[in-house]
């Protein structure tokens, strides 16, 4: 079973404004490499993760198939996607193995893929 791990980075960047869940490309970045959820660690741009080689992957992106509820009660949202949100397939090769997989915003600049 997955276990799901926030990024404390995360939740700085939504108090900043980085994140707009309604247009900003949503991706799924694959490693072998644990990520940290610590600030004082890191892993808070995509930069600091470990990535495979995609070069034979389908599409990341999950954006189209996201939903954030706003509030389902005073201090709790919900970030959900479809189980089958993103298929990855390889074409022309292999991609992988991986471990884990990390969601990013592919669209601020500043900071560059959060």
Same mark, same amino acid.
């Given at each position: 079973?997955?276990?799901?791990? #926030?990024?404390?980075?995360?939740? $700085?960047? @939504? /108090?900043?404004?980085?994140? +707009?869940? /309604? &247009?900003?490309?949503?991706?799924?970045? @694959?490693?072998?490499?644990?990520?940290?959820?610590? @600030?004082?660690?890191? =892993?808070?741009?995509?930069?600091?993760?470990? $990535?495979?080689?995609?070069?034979?992957? &389908?599409?990341?992106?999950? &954006? =189209? =198939?996201?939903?954030?509820?706003?509030?389902?009660?005073? %201090?709790? %949202? #919900?970030?959900?996607?479809?189980? $089958?949100?993103?298929?990855?397939?390889?074409?022309?090769?292999?991609?992988?193995?991986?471990? %884990?997989?990390?969601? %990013?915003?592919?669209?601020? &600049?500043?900071?560059? +893929?959060?």
């Amino acid at each position: 079973m997955a276990t799901y791990t #926030k990024f404390q980075g995360f939740i $700085e960047h @939504l /108090a900043h404004g980085v994140h +707009n869940f /309604a &247009s900003d490309a949503i991706t799924v970045a @694959l490693t072998n490499t644990a990520p940290s959820a610590s @600030l004082s660690t890191a =892993n808070t741009i995509l930069s600091q993760i470990t $990535e495979i080689d995609y070069t034979y992957c &389908s599409s990341r992106l999950l &954006s =189209n =198939n996201i939903s954030v509820l706003w509030p389902l009660s005073p %201090y709790y %949202y #919900k970030f959900a996607a479809d189980p $089958e949100a993103v298929i990855l397939t390889a074409s022309g090769g292999s991609v992988g193995p991986f471990r %884990y997989a990390v969601l %990013y915003n592919d669209t601020p &600049s500043s900071p560059l +893929n959060p």
